[in-house]
């Protein structure tokens, strides 16, 4: 399938002032500012074909949004290409805006002192949506979004759930072909957060609409993407199925126990002294084991405990995403060092 | 805002999923947009009336102040002998109207979009309108004019009940004038907006943009002649004003007004007006395209 959204070498840096300290360097400042150049994305190339929906993580400053600026044609490009559809969104602004949405979370795109079914009105106007197509939609948003219940109040009386609620109903409204969604949980508490991943499926499987979104909450990756990109310092360090990413830093798995009587984890150490698991140092009653599943079973080093010690509870978990992201992270800051 | 034949409705599947289909606006859809723009401004600064009716009060203060200053003025002026005191041209009672009209004018085209521009350039919030399939300027202007519609009822109308009457304001010496006046006014309004809209832009430039804010807004009561009429000025500051946007703000719209502009100089007037509203607006649709390609968007 020929992919809707095409990067290519896409680069953006940003000029930086140092400033100098004190009196005299404030001086020295005004006639010879030191500047820097900051490299925010650095040589970025991806494909995105239509209808996926695509995780695109990293810490913050990693220039997740400045790459979302480029792709929505907020901010042009130091070099490299985007062409997103046939169009570049710099450049074909007007055209290209009409096919896409964007929910930046720090902001919103509702017209702060109307009321929030005035803004749809205006969007409706903006993006010329038929009335058919406006009563389709809104039905749909109000029975996901529950939207109806404050379509009559200014925008600014909304709570944040509310408002990101009706940012994203305003994002789609056009049936937009590309939606950005840069940090839609940003701020909400558990159950709104849960609203919109549940929505963000829906609508994903209603209008097969193609999505980029950015989020340092990997929960939203893992509940709604399949691909993920990891951008870190600019550049990207993964860019594949998140399972395959999972592979990649291996099946870590992590074993907590609980023992009827206080002991030291040197003697744990030497219970499992053949199998390739690392235990926590530690006294006392509650231990911490580290291993891969594909070198050593859980049960293996489960049997080898029991034997030994009277043990009253124990849990295994797989490692969150959170934690396989600080792997890449870490692995490659030793690859460049 | 491309002005095509028809409209090309966008497909919700289109039948290559790798483009985006071409699309313009139908120009009753461009029409109807602006209209709506001009509507939700009217009814958004009704939302906020209160504020105006203080803003009654001040108008009136600024044009007694100047009426008393002005009668004192001439009071002390000596004529000479079977002449009216002139003062830059004018008697009293055409001073008195020159002020009163100024002011009546400035309550019309008054509006505060550079400072809206920056801020929004400032906190980033523009980034929200480069999104959308529009153009900020145009927009904008649409706005203004539902202001400039809401001041018209809301400030302007009471104004006029207020001063005209208590400073026996003279009516312009032919009634063809109410209607010059106002396309002038018109112009004026169309004038100041894309001024404003190009201080704005500087805040993509400046770190901090209150202090040019401040200044333009000082300065721009005295260029428009607002404050005082440009005869009363030496003749080299009348050259330079000559030249400048700001006379077609009040000076000619209230010289038009007075019947001081007749004729062909009638024309010529509200033909500068239209030349300045015109180059303005290129000037800030350049500017500002050039610096969203140039500048660095502020903020998240």
């Given at each position: 399938m020929e992919p809707i959204i095409q990067v290519r070498d896409l680069t953006r840096d940003y000029r930086l002032t140092h400033k100098r300290e004190g009196v005299a360097g404030g001086l020295v400042d005004l006639i010879r500012p030191r500047r820097r150049v900051l490299r925010?994305?650095?040589?970025v190339s991806f494909s995105i074909d239509p209808g996926e929906m695509v995780g695109y993580i990293g810490a913050n400053g990693a220039g997740k949004s400045t790459t979302i600026k480029m792709l929505t044609g907020i901010l042009t490009p130091t070099a490299g290409t985007v062409r997103v559809g046939g169009l570049v969104p710099w450049s074909d602004r007007l055209q290209y805006t009409r096919h896409i949405g964007a929910v930046f979370g720090q902001r919103t795109q509702l017209w702060w002192d109307l009321a929030v079914v005035e803004s749809f009105r205006l969007l409706k106007k903006i993006y010329e949506v038929s009335d058919d197509v406006y009563a389709r939609q809104m039905g749909v948003f109000n029975d996901l979004l529950g939207i109806d219940e404050f379509l009559h109040q200014p925008v600014r009386k909304l709570s944040l759930g509310q408002r990101m609620r009706c940012d994203l109903a305003a994002a789609l409204l056009h049936q937009p072909r590309i939606l950005f969604l840069d940090e839609p949980t940003i701020g909400l508490d558990v159950v709104a957060k849960e609203n919109v991943r549940v929505f963000l499926r829906e609508i994903r499987d209603l209008q097969g609409v193609t999505v980029i979104l950015t989020t340092h909450d990997l929960g939203d990756i893992e509940q709604l993407c399949r691909r993920v990109i990891i951008i870190d310092k600019g550049k990207v360090h993964f860019d594949g199925d998140l399972e395959d990413l999972r592979v990649r830093v291996g099946r870590r798995v992590r074993l907590s126990l609980e023992l009827r009587e206080g002991i030291s984890s040197d003697r744990l150490v030497g219970l499992t002294a053949g199998l390739p698991v690392s235990w926590e140092a530690n006294e006392g009653k509650l231990h911490l084991a580290e291993f891969r599943r594909e070198e050593v079973s859980g049960a293996d080093v489960i049997k080898a405990v029991v034997n030994a010690f009277p043990v009253s509870d124990l849990h295994l978990a797989e490692p969150a995403i959170e934690e396989i992201v600080r792997d890449i992270y870490r692995a490659s800051g030793k690859g460049q060092a | 805002m491309k002005d095509g034949g028809s409209t090309a409705a966008v497909a919700a599947t289109p039948a290559d999923p790798a483009r985006l289909v071409p699309w313009s606006r139908s120009v009753p859809a461009t029409l109807g947009l602006y209209f709506t723009f001009i509507r939700l401004a009217f009814l958004k600064f009704l939302a906020y009336r209160l504020r105006y009716y203080t803003g009654v009060v001040s108008y009136t203060v600024f044009v007694t102040g100047h009426y008393y200053i002005y009668r004192a003025l001439f009071a002390s002026t000596v004529a000479e002998p079977g002449q009216p005191v002139l003062i830059g041209g004018l008697t009293l009672p055409e001073m008195i109207t020159y002020v009163a009209v100024g002011w009546i004018g400035r309550s019309f085209y008054f509006n505060n979009i550079a400072r809206e521009l920056s801020r929004m350039i400032q906190e980033g919030e523009i980034a929200m309108n480069l999104i959308?399939?529009?153009?900020l300027q145009t927009v904008m202007m649409f706005e203004v004019v539902g202001e400039a519609a809401f001041r018209l009822l809301m400030f302007t109308l009471p104004i006029v009940i207020v001063i005209v009457p208590v400073f026996d304001v003279m009516a312009p010496p032919r009634p063809d004038l109410y209607g010059w006046t106002f396309l002038s006014f018109l112009l004026a309004l169309v004038i100041y907006s894309q001024w404003n809209f190009l201080i704005g832009c500087l805040a993509f430039y400046l770190k901090n943009i209150q202090g040019v804010l401040r200044a333009q807004m000082v300065s721009m009561d005295f260029l428009t002649g607002v404050i005082l009429p440009f005869s009363m000025f030496p003749g080299w500051f009348q050259t330079v004003t000559a030249w400048l946007p700001f006379q077609g703000i009040s000076y000619i719209p209230v010289t038009i007004y007075l019947g001081k502009r007749t004729g062909p100089d009638l024309y010529q007037a509200i033909g500068i007006q239209l030349a300045w509203a015109v180059g303005l607006f290129i000037a800030g649709r350049l500017l500002y395209r050039y610096s969203v390609s140039k500048v660095i968007v502020q903020g998240g």
């Open positions: 925010a994305v650095d040589n | 959308k399939p529009f153009h």
